[in-house]
């Protein structure tokens, strides 16, 4: 699977099957976060990856790298795509009880079968303005 690649990647609080085969993500977050405080916990994280065409089994595995001198543990969960020629292969990965313990550019990193095959930035930062309610 050397030429793997993903179509894209969303990261949202939580990813429900619906019937006909439909998916809906909740929470959809953009790839940078201005917080308040932390550590920002989120008691589900969830990454929804779209590939291109994929053939046979392939064993998805995520990676998360921290920033420099920010300790996070190592959890490396991953998740089993099936695909079939003419149908979109989809991974979802869930990531119960994360939380993000300081500012900074977390990368979430793709594996397939052991070999890297993406990376995506996700980009907490502390903001420092003032509190405003959305109109």
Do not use: H
């Amino acid at each position: 699977m050397s030429n793997l690649k993903y179509k894209c990647v969303l990261i949202c609080e939580d990813i429900r099957q619906e019937l006909g085969g439909r998916v809906s993500l909740m929470g959809v977050l953009g790839s940078k976060l201005l917080v308040q405080s932390f550590p920002l916990p989120f008691s589900k994280l969830c990454l929804f990856i779209e590939w291109g065409e994929i053939n046979g089994k392939v064993n998805v595995t995520l990676n998360i790298i921290p920033p420099e001198g920010v300790e996070i543990p190592k959890v490396r969960p991953s998740a089993p795509i099936q695909g079939q020629a003419g149908l979109v292969a989809r991974s979802m990965i869930v990531l119960s009880n994360f939380s993000f313990p300081a500012p900074g550019n977390y990368v979430f990193e793709f594996e397939a079968d052991g070999k890297v095959v993406g990376r995506e930035n996700f980009l907490v930062e502390k903001y420092e303005g003032p509190i405003s309610a959305p109109n």
